[in-house]
Nanobody, 124 residues
Framework: QVQLQESGPGLVKASQTLSLTCTVS??????????WSWIRQPPGKALEWIGY???????AVAPALGGRTTFLRDTTKNQFALQLASVTPEDTADYYC????????????????WGQGTRVTVSS
């Protein structure tokens, strides 16, 4: 059974770096052809795709976040991570990690496994 679990601080100060880790069980993150994604939902707003790190280690980032976003992975721990730099209160959101088998656009129905999500609040 595939499971994803987010972990990281729930409170980050503005201008600092938000760091979250997703621990995956039930499947290797290097298994062809999965894309391990980060998604967020600010309070009262729609889901927003942040980007992914793929089974091969390649990455893609939403243009609006490209300059502040880094994806990492540790294949020995079967984890992947998000770092979002220079955060502001507008980065306050529920952050989710999820798996998709498609890198062709953002279709929410293609994400078959999700973590439960973690709320990150950015204080000013």
């Amino acid at each position: 059974q595939v499971q994803l679990q987010e972990s990281g601080p729930g409170l980050v100060k503005a201008s600092q770096t938000l760091s979250l880790t997703c621990t995956v069980s039930g499947v290797s993150i290097t298994t062809n052809y999965y894309y391990w994604s980060w998604i967020r939902q600010p309070p009262g707003k729609a889901l927003e795709w942040i980007g992914y790190i793929s089974y091969s280690g390649s990455a893609a980032v939403a243009p609006a976040l490209g300059g502040r976003t880094t994806f990492l992975r540790d294949t020995t721990k079967n984890q992947f991570a998000l770092q979002l730099a220079s955060v502001t209160p507008e980065d306050t959101a529920d952050y989710y990690c999820a798996r998709t088998g498609s890198d062709a656009g953002i279709t929410w129905s293609y994400f078959d496994y999700w973590g439960q999500g973690t709320r990150v609040t950015v204080s000013s």
